[in-house]
């Protein structure tokens, strides 16, 4: 999810304001836009898109 101009990954949470050097891939889910950072793509192409977390449920694990 994107939260002015900061990223945070919708699987591991990671945000560009930690990870300086992260990059982040938009995508969608279920009609909603997200952001996966390239680290986590293994896991949505070679597992499930269940890894993939609503902004929702984002935003209560991180603290931005």
Do not use: R, W
């Amino acid at each position: 999810m994107q939260i002015d101009n900061i990223q945070v990954c919708n699987v591991c949470f990671k945000s560009s304001q930690d990870e300086k050097d992260a990059v982040f891939i938009k995508a969608t889910k279920s009609g909603e836009a997200v952001e996966i950072c390239t680290n986590c793509i293994p896991h949505i192409i070679h597992g499930s898109g269940d890894v993939v977390k609503s902004n929702n449920e984002a935003k209560t694990q991180i603290n931005l």
